[in-house]
T-cell receptor, first 111, second 115 residues
Framework: DAKTTQPPSMDCAEGRAANLPCNHS???????VYWYRQIHSQGPQYIIH???NNETNEMASLIITEDRKSSTLILPHATLRDTAVYYC????????????FGQGTTLQVKP | DAGVIQSPRHEVTEMGQEVTLRCKPI?????LFWYRQTMMRGLELLIY????????DSGMPEDRFSAKMPNASFSTLKIQPSEPRDSAVYFC?????????????FGPGTRLTVL
């Protein structure tokens, strides 16, 4: 699975959009980009995933560059409850279940 | 659905003792995963099962660790004998199988402290 690079920490003002970048320059054509987050003392929670098209769900939007070497997770209106560690993971979809978590980005949403 | 259930939520034991962590996956899920999280090493996959069969245990740190899944609704992670360096939060997760990706659902974790 391709390696990802994320900034260790970011701040965001409450109510503003939080844009979390992820670099995955060695991504293969059949690898998806997945995002999970982990709120303090809880298990990780799935947010969104995509292959090459931009994706949106009730939690967030995922923007993947045309060359697929990087992506951005967007929380459109961050709240204090969005304070968490956000993990960007790249892997091949299918029945193999392994998720390899890096260090992630600690997002601090401030009032 | 109650989600993935783990027990106990907290465990404090002394070095050398046997520790058993338990997990009940979401009903109908084909895959079950055990992870360990520490400050130093982050979140690590220890082992995962598909239809109760261990598929990849390459993350199991050493022979002191063992995992079983006797049926589709129950799994255990055992550490014998336990050591202080085993202190961590242990998460269990489950997901559906199938040709397209299905998200993993994590339990609340078991915080293990080995004195």
């Amino acid at each position: 699975d391709a390696k990802t690079t994320q900034p260790p920490s970011m701040d965001c003002a409450e109510g503003r959009a939080a844009n979390l970048p992820c670099n995955h320059s060695t991504i293969s054509g059949n690898e998806y980009v997945y995002w999970y987050r982990q709120i303090h003392s809880q298990g990780p929670q799935y947010i969104i995933h995509g292959l090459k098209n931009n994706e949106t769900n009730e939690m967030a939007s995922l923007i993947i560059t045309e060359d697929r070497k990087s992506s951005t997770l967007i929380l459109p209106h961050a709240t204090l409850r969005d304070t968490a560690v956000y993990y960007c993971i790249v892997r091949v979809a299918g029945n193999t279940g392994k998720l390899i978590f890096g260090q992630g980005t600690t997002l601090q949403v401030k009032p | 659905d109650a989600g993935v259930i783990q027990s106990p939520r907290h465990e404090v034991t002394e070095m050398g003792q046997e520790v058993t962590l338990r997990c009940k996956p979401i009903s109908g899920h084909d895959y079950l995963f055990w992870y360990r999280q520490t400050m130093m090493r982050g979140l690590e996959l220890l082992i995962y099962f598909n239809n109760n069969v261990p598929i990849d245990d390459s993350g199991m740190p050493e022979d002191r660790f063992s995992a079983k899944m006797p049926n589709a609704s129950f799994s255990t992670l055992k550490i014998q004998p336990s050591e202080p360096r085993d202190s961590a939060v242990y998460f269990c997760a489950s997901r559906l199988g199938g040709p397209s990706y299905n998200e993993q659902f994590f339990g609340p974790g078991t915080r293990l402290t080995v004195l």
